[in-house]
């Protein structure tokens, strides 16, 4: 997924990380995403790893881009991320049998 388009409808929830040594407390994810990436005392991102249910899917990407300090990356659904590539991206990779 590029930086400039948006996750459509997802019905399972997806990852992020955050990745504390860079970000500079801006603020930006938390604007864009307040429900997902909550601020500590000092304006840091609270959270380093976290499972964003499908309603704020969008929100956990709003907030990802918006970090100007690129501390945050979006790592899509949760099934893509654990389990590993999706069934169709796996049947692509699958040679087909030779007749």
Do not use: K, N
Not at 27 to 54: F, K, M, N, S, T
């Amino acid at each position: 997924m590029s930086r400039a388009e948006p996750p459509g409808g997802t019905e399972q929830p997806v990852r992020v990380r955050v990745h504390p040594a860079l970000c500079e407390g801006w603020g930006e994810c938390h604007r864009w995403g307040g429900a997902v990436y909550p601020l500590d005392d000092e304006g840091q991102v609270a959270i380093e790893r976290l499972e964003v249910p499908p309603e704020h899917a969008r929100d956990a990407w709003l907030g990802a881009m918006a970090c100007p300090a690129r501390a945050i990356s979006y790592l899509g659904p949760l099934a893509d991320t654990v389990d590993g590539p999706p069934a169709a991206a796996v049947a692509r990779a699958t040679p087909e049998p030779t007749p």
